[in-house]
Each structure stands twice: as C-alpha cells, then as structure tokens.
C-alpha cells in the first residue's frame, strides 16, 4: 500500500505541476506594459525659484508637481494648476499666470496653461483665456481660443493673440469689444 500511495502522491504533484505551468499565461507585451513603466519624480506643495546671474527672474508655485523623464519627450506636469510670477528688477512684479492646469515641454521649452488661464501684466492688464502657450524659444505667449483682456478703462475681446511673455505688447485677432479712441 505504501507503493500505490507513492505513486499517487506523484501523479497528484505531477498533475499540479502542469496545471500551474500551462493556468499562468502573459504575452510579453503585457508583461513589458507592467515593467517598463517611464520613470517619474512626484513633488507636492512645491516652490521653484529661477535665477539668472544670481537674481530671481521668475517663481512657480504649485500643490503638485509630476515629472517624467521620457527620453523622447519628458516634461513636467501640474495637474492641479499653478501660479507663476516672473521679475525684470525682483521684487518688482513684472507679469503673473495662473492656471487649473500646466504642462511643460522641456525638449521644446514650451509651456501649456489650460483651464481659467489668468495673466496679469504690471500695469494691471489682465488677459482671461482657457488654453496658452508660452514660447521660451520665442519669449512669446499665444492662444487661438477666445480671449479677454480687460484694461483699467477697456473691455477687448478676440478670438486668437500673440504677446510677448510680459504681455505688455500683444495682438488680437477677430477683436470687439469696449474700446477708448483717441482723436
């Protein structure tokens, strides 16, 4: 008796065996989906401070911060909006943006602010929009998404604008609106 129960205590293990073997089936795409994830750094309640030649030139701030470093196109991602204020002769404000969301290109320098996007210049322009760029090669910001631009004594409205980054020269396209001619 105790040779039979050898022998079915190896087929039981046997029969085991080849169930687990041929039950556990992933393609290797699959298995590459899980492992190769692009590697990515979180930050929260973040302050950045840019300088150049020792001077503060612009701050962001944000609740959160994601960065992913993908070799083709990395950039960093501000899922719950920002706030950036930059200066010529810090502290002296010189423009600020405030967005719901922010995303920037790092290989283009080109930064994307969507949802309630504010810009406000140092004289108190403010200009409304849902979608800008802002061109770090260019040293521009654009949109051709509907935009308000209100002035201490005017009311524009457009669809479409180029400006410089401090947004103290800008153009509108498709304009109307409440405007103060001089004669």
Known sequence: ???????????????????????????????????????????????????????????????????????????????????????????????SIFCNYAKHFEKDKIWLAQNNVIVINSDGVTLNTEELYWDLNTKKIHTDKDVKITTKDELILGKGLVADQDFQDYELSNTKGIFNIEE
């Open 1 to 95: 008796m105790n040779n039979i129960e050898n022998i079915i205590l190896k087929s039981i293990t046997s029969i085991v065996v080849v169930m687990l073997l041929f039950s556990c089936e992933n393609s290797i795409e699959k298995i590459n989906s899980l492992t190769n994830k692009t590697p990515h750094s979180d930050a929260k309640n973040i302050t950045i401070i840019k300088t150049d030649s020792a001077k503060i030139v612009g701050i962001i701030f944000a609740k959160e911060l994601i960065q992913v470093e993908d070799e083709e196109n990395p950039y960093t991602e501000f899922p719950q909006g920002l706030e950036v204020k930059t200066y010529k002769n810090y502290p002296k404000l010189e423009s």
